[in-house]
Structures are given as structure tokens and as C-alpha cells.
């Protein structure tokens, strides 16, 4: 007679159960069909924002160098303040420059008395010449050396001009309305054109350029929604810009100009956006996010999720008939991230699967 265990009895109908209950589930689940999320598409006016990465600058951000050497003698503003063009920044030591404009101009007049003699003597010899008191040879003589005095004249006053523009060069002046920078060098420091660093930098930061770069396949998108670039700058909407602490500036700006040129290594191109700065709340330097709008006038819009990416390709499924078909659209190159603008393929009235058509296959019963 054969015994069986109890342990191995109980162990064996606790597996049975669970295979029983198991196979129960996988029944019921059978039965049950998966649902879709279902949309029906309506044409509307639509306005997507799109976010790129910016750095701000001055109107004008110039690097201050001086045009000659020297000590620093003056310092003339503190950094932060504002300036006006031609306004005095720094002086440079003068006395050296003063001594050689004096020099210039005692060589000026020292070479001016030297062709007056020669033109005197040129003009006596001409005279006694043609009296055939001297030989011809005397006169040209006399003709050259008053030749070579009057170039002496001339070399001396360029010298001169060339001394009083050294001695202007000691006194810095701002080439422009701005806000001054960093002053890396004091008084008694020895500066020289050959600077490693400026002197200090004028900021034009009247106005701000906000710089920012778009791909190739946008720029086009572009082109095509206002159909050319030149109406496209006409009839861009303003943009808004986010600082660095994600606090968005109180004035929109507008975009000014677009380069005509891709850049070959990043495929990109740079914009360029114009924001008033009354507050100076705005600093050359400084980074920030564009929100560039892009209205589309009665057109149709779905969400991204609603469609799948096939290469190049951009596909969404329809419902015709309770089942899914598949269907080849045309999206504006500008999007938002969340919604794609349909160009192509869909029409008011259509119906199709909103979520997750990734996972939907042609001919799925949805309905």
C-alpha cells in the first residue's frame, strides 16, 4: 500500500488552487478589450510658444584700450556709473607727451625758417642766373636745397600733428552713452596698448540685444508660415524673455533680424531680439530663455502623443469604421513640446486615437 506524506498533499493542492486562480484571471482579462482614448479634431486659431536658450548683451560693448603708454595719473569714474560719449574715464601721465609736442613744434619752426632761407636763396640765385652772374649748376642746387627744406617743413608738421594726438590719447574718453565695467588697473598702474585685459568696458545698455539660435528646419518653418523672412520680421508677434531666476521680464521685445547664414558646424542660425532696458535691470553678459509665439490661424492641433515618429515620418491613426488606420500627416516645423500643428492630413470632423498610439496597431478594433 502507498502512503503519501500530508505535508506533500496540502503542498500540492495550494499549487493547484493558485494554477486554478491563475488560469481564472487570464480569462477574465480575455474578455476584456483595451480602450482608447478618442478625439475629434477641430480646426482653430492656435498659438504655440517656443523656449530657446539666449545671452544678453549691450547695444554696444565696448573694451576700452589705451592708445599710448604711460601711468595711469587719474581715474576719472567708478564702476557702474553711467557715461556719456566723450566723456573723460581716465588720464594718463601727460608730462612726456607735453615735452614732445614742444619739441615738434620748435622742429616746425625751425624747419619753416630753414625753407624761408632756402626759398630766399633759390629766388637770389634765380635772379643772378639770369644775369649769368652763377652757373646753372649753383641755381639747381639752390632749387634742391630749398625742395629738401619745404619736405622738412612738411615731415616736422606731420610730427607735430602726430605729438598732439599722443598727448589727446593720455585723456581717455568714452566712445559712447553706456555704463561703465570692471576697473582691473588704478592709479600708478603702467598700461600700454598691448593690454591683456581693458582698461574697463562702456556698456550700451540703453537697449539690449538678446541673442539666440533657431535650427535650420525652424528657420525654414519659419520662412513658409509668413512666406518670406522679410514679412517674417514684419509680422512676428513680441516675445517675452526669462531671466536666470525664471522670473519672466516685464517688456517683450522685438525680433530685429535673423542671419542669412547657417553655421556649418552647429546647423543653426542667430537671432537677434530688442529689449528696452529703462530699469538696467537687463547686464551685458547675462543669460536667459526667448519665448518666441507662433499663431496659426484656423488650423488644427493634436497632442504629440497622438502620434508616432517614423524616421521622417509623422503618423497618427484615425478611427474609420471602429478600427484604427493609419495615416500620414504633415507638422509645422514649430512646436511647443506638448502639441503638434497638422499642415497636412487631417480634416475637421476626423476622429483619432489622442493617447498612447505607439502602442496601436493597423486595424485595432476601438470602437
Not at 474578455?31 to 504655440?48: H, N, Q, R, T
Not at 566723450?86 to 588720464?91: C, E, I, R
Not at 508616432?308 to 484615425?318: A, L
Request: include cysteine; glycine fraction near 8%.
Amino acid at each position: 500500500m502507498i502512503t503519501v506524506n500530508k505535508k506533500w498533499l496540502r503542498l500540492i493542492g495550494i499549487v493547484g488552487c493558485t494554477v486554478w486562480m491563475a488560469s481564472c484571471k487570464q480569462a477574465t482579462d480575455a474578455g476584456v478589450k483595451p480602450s482608447y482614448a478618442i478625439m475629434e479634431v477641430k480646426a482653430a486659431d492656435k498659438e504655440l510658444s517656443t523656449s530657446y536658450s539666449a545671452t544678453i548683451r549691450g547695444r554696444q560693448d565696448i573694451d576700452i584700450y589705451p592708445q599710448v603708454s604711460g601711468t595711469i595719473e587719474k581715474l576719472c569714474v567708478t564702476e557702474g556709473q553711467t557715461v556719456r560719449r566723450g566723456q573723460l574715464l581716465f588720464v594718463i601721465d601727460q608730462i612726456p607727451y607735453r615735452a614732445a609736442l614742444k619739441t615738434a613744434v620748435a622742429n616746425v619752426e625751425a624747419a619753416r625758417a630753414a625753407m624761408a632761407t632756402a626759398e630766399l636763396t633759390y629766388n637770389s640765385n634765380k635772379e643772378l642766373y639770369a644775369q649769368k652772374v652763377v652757373s646753372e649748376f649753383s641755381l639747381k642746387t639752390a632749387e634742391n636745397t630749398y625742395l629738401t627744406a619745404k619736405a622738412q617743413l612738411t615731415q616736422a608738421e606731420a610730427q607735430e600733428v602726430n605729438a598732439r594726438n599722443n598727448l589727446s590719447y593720455t585723456e581717455v574718453k568714452s566712445p559712447s552713452d553706456g555704463v561703465v565695467g570692471a576697473l582691473p588697473y588704478r592709479v600708478g598702474a603702467l598700461v600700454g596698448a598691448n593690454l591683456p585685459y581693458p582698461l574697463t568696458t562702456v556698456s550700451d545698455n540703453s537697449d539690449m540685444y538678446v541673442y539666440f539660435s533657431m535650427t535650420e528646419n525652424q528657420l525654414l518653418a519659419l520662412t513658409r508660415q509668413y512666406g518670406s523672412m522679410d514679412e517674417a520680421l514684419k509680422n512676428m508677434p513680441e516675445v517675452e524673455l526669462v531671466l536666470n531666476d525664471n522670473s519672466v521680464y516685464n517688456k517683450k521685445g522685438v525680433i530685429e533680424s535673423i542671419s542669412g547664414v547657417i553655421d556649418r558646424q552647429t546647423g543653426t542660425v542667430m537671432a537677434r531680439v530688442v529689449f528696452p532696458n529703462e530699469s538696467r535691470l537687463l547686464h551685458s553678459g547675462a543669460s536667459g530663455t526667448v519665448v518666441v509665439p507662433s499663431i496659426y490661424k484656423d488650423c488644427i492641433a493634436i497632442p504629440q502623443g497622438a502620434t508616432v515618429q517614423m524616421q521622417d515620418k509623422v503618423v497618427v491613426y484615425k478611427v474609420v469604421d471602429g478600427k484604427a488606420v493609419s495615416t500620414l500627416i504633415t507638422v509645422a516645423g514649430i512646436s511647443d513640446g506638448r502639441e503638434y500643428v497638422v499642415l497636412s492630413g487631417l480634416r475637421s470632423g476626423d476622429e483619432i486615437i489622442s493617447e498612447g498610439a505607439g502602442l496601436v496597431r493597423e486595424g485595432t478594433q476601438v470602437k
